[in-house]
């Protein structure tokens, strides 16, 4: 069965299979595919199945247009292992669903890659919430609010990437705007997002005592 698999710097975040014979992708929540993001429109285009695996992309009349390997399309008839591109987001597509050859979405282990160890947390430093701590632990995060303003943090090995993933109000890093290009995060970093300061902090993992001491 044809498939899609969605990822946003590197890091995999939606595997659609294709059993309709029309799956749409766009901002709106009545979308098959659902990407909160002002680069994408509202309903920005379509997958359609003719056959049993034949799958064509169609933009439908989007502001920033559809990609497939570098190149915006129209219509396109999808060959297995192209790459449509929209805004930041990556879509493999795949003609079969045997092995996808793609690594499932894990928390990367900084000791085997070589460097220090280390703990990534958002505070909030402002309003009711004051104090309160949020961790990064997965290898995609999401903060913020769906429709007014949400990040995407990706934990790589050289370490944490923020890029702005969607809503009208445009979060800033260091009073600095966030755009859909990921910039890396630095040792307390501040975060605005919709009217929330966060304090990015770094922190050495704490190592297991040993039974001998």
């Known amino acids: 069965?044809?498939?899609?698999?969605?990822?946003v710097e590197g890091v995999e975040i939606k595997h659609v299979f294709l059993e309709k014979d029309r799956t749409t992708l766009g901002r709106k929540p009545d979308n098959d595919i659902v990407f909160d993001n002002m680069v994408v429109s509202?309903?920005?285009?379509?997958?359609?199945?003719?056959?049993l695996a034949d799958v064509y992309i169609q933009?439908?009349?989007?502001t920033n247009g559809t990609y497939v390997n570098g190149q915006m399309v129209h219509r396109h008839k999808l060959l297995d292992g192209e790459v449509v591109a929209i805004g930041n987001f990556r879509i493999k597509y795949l003609a079969s669903s045997g092995d996808t050859g793609h690594m499932a979405t894990t928390t990367i282990n900084l000791d085997v890659t070589g460097l220090q160890k280390r703990n990534a947390v958002f505070q909030v430093v402002n309003g009711s919430s004051a104090g309160m701590e949020m961790p990064v632990v997965k290898a995609?995060?999401?903060f913020g609010t769906p429709g007014v303003s949400m990040v995407v943090v990706t934990h790589r090995r050289d370490g944490y990437y923020?890029?702005?993933?969607?809503?009208?109000?445009?979060p800033t890093l260091n009073s600095e705007p966030i755009g859909a290009q990921a910039m890396l995060l630095a040792n307390h970093d501040v975060l605005e997002l919709a009217g929330t300061r966060m304090l990015f902090q770094l922190r050495?993992?704490?190592?297991?005592?040993s039974a001998t001491q």
Not at 59 to 62: E, I, N, P
Request: glycine share 10%; with cysteine.
């Open 204 to 209: 050495e993992a704490e190592q297991p005592q």
């Open 1 to 7: 069965m044809p498939q899609l698999i969605a990822s």
């Open 162 to 170: 923020i890029a702005h993933l969607g809503g009208a109000s445009r």
């Open 140 to 142: 995609v995060s999401t």
């Open 42 to 51: 509202g309903h920005h285009c379509v997958f359609e199945l003719q056959g």
């Open 59 to 62: 933009d439908l009349d989007s």
